[in-house]
């Protein structure tokens, strides 16, 4: 064995052992290495490869280092899950962990790969971006609780590498599903008024939104006692008179959910059928709906599992 393989044995009992330290070792090690190949070839790490040969140590060296790397963020993505989300999640992302039975809304079972909760167009996969939101603030109203106070940025993109690898969809992505956001507006053109909430009561019937919500808006619409979801349990419409949203908190949040739908449930993406402007005034008279029913119960419920949890990252 040469100095390079011990090198590299000596980073794999490192990488065992998966902790954060090790993982910085490993990183600082393979900068190191790039950092060799680079002062070899005037700072041009991929000229300096190409002069140096395929066959070179060096290279083969920064090769090695860069897949021992993501080795290892996939076994720390395995660690956190195992410690964080196995309990409901399950231990091969099936849905089915030892707490499942107890809770009202079924953990998400990832085989499929179908998440409500998007920016991208119905039936798409998640972005990363979305999955990190989901995991950052939870999904009020259920078990999944919030994880962005205890869980920082790079341990949440880790845990994300680690539930996609559940769904063959997310390998065969590269290419064939692409996963693009629809284009979402920054911030809403206007503020919300008795005029935006009239019409957005009047697009609440002409869009058919009563049919499974209600006109009242309370999840008791002609249609609502039929409806499945894409895990073959029945599904309630949301009750907006409880004034939380699985969404999140904000307009934006609604105005996503409204206009790309949430896969695996039986709500539609009315991105075709309503135009931008319709969309916020619906947001508008949903949130209204909420604003009617306060009391102590619904804000303390509110506030526990859900608040606005965003660690700045
Ligand atoms: C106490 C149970 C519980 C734990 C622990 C838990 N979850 Fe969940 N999770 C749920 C439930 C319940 C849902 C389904 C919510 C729904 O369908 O409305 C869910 C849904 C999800 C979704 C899907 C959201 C979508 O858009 O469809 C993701 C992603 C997710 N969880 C990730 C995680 C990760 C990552 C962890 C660990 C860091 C975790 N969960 C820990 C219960 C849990
Ligand atoms: C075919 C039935 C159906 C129709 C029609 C429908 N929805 Fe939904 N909608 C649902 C279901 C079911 C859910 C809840 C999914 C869940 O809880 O996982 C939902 C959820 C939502 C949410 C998410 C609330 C949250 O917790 O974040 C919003 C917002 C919403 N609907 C708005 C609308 C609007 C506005 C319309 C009309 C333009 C509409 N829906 C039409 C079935 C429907």
């Known amino acids: 064995m040469n100095s390079g393989d011990l090198g590299i044995a000596r980073l794999a009992v490192a990488e065992r052992r998966s902790g954060r330290l090790h993982m910085a070792a490993l990183h600082a090690a393979s900068l ?16 300096a ?26 076994q720390a993505g395995r660690t956190l ?22 809770l009202p809304v079924a ?15 119905f039936g798409a996969l998640p972005t990363d971006e979305d999955l990190d939101r989901v995991i950052r603030q939870g999904v009020s109203g259920t078990d999944m609780v919030p994880f962005g106070k205890v869980m920082s940025r790079e341990n949440r993109a880790a845990v994300i590498e680690y539930i996609k690898s559940f769904s063959p969809r997310f390998r065969d992505a590269e290419g064939k599903e692409p996963r693009k956001p629809v284009s979402l507006p920054a911030q809403r053109p206007f503020p919300a008024s008795e005029a935006s909430i009239a019409a957005g ?15 009242q808006g309370d999840g008791k619409g002609p249609a609502a006692g039929a409806l ?12 907006f008179t409880l004034g939380y949203y699985k969404s999140g908190a904000t307009d934006l949040d609604l105005f996503r959910t409204i206009t790309t739908g949430m896969n695996g449930t ?26 009617k029913r306060s009391s102590w ?10 608040g606005v949890v965003y660690d700045g990252n």
């Open 107 to 121: 953990p998400r079972d990832f085989r499929q790969g179908l998440f409500k909760l998007r920016s991208t167009p």
């Open 32 to 47: 190191c290495a790039a950092f060799l190949l680079g002062t070899l070839s005037g700072g041009n790490p991929a000229r």
């Open 201 to 215: 009561k009047a697009l609440f019937a002409e869009k058919g939104c009563f049919a499974c919500h209600g006109q």
């Open 266 to 291: 039986p709500m539609p993406s009315f991105d075709g059928a309503t135009s931008e402007e319709e969309r916020w005034k619906l947001v508008d008279y949903v949130r209204s709906l909420g604003r």
């Open 81 to 102: 899950y195992q410690s964080a989300c196995e309990a409901c999640h399950g231990r091969h992302g099936d849905g089915r962990g030892p707490k499942w039975k107890a």
């Open 49 to 74: 490869a190409e002069e140096l040969g395929p066959q070179n140590e060096l290279v083969r060296i920064n090769r090695e280092l860069a897949e021992l790397s993501s080795a290892a963020r996939s």
């Open 297 to 306: 119960a619904t804000v303390l419920f509110v506030s526990e599992p859900t």
């Open 228 to 239: 499945v979801d894409g895990w073959g349990s029945p599904i309630r419409p949301w009750d």
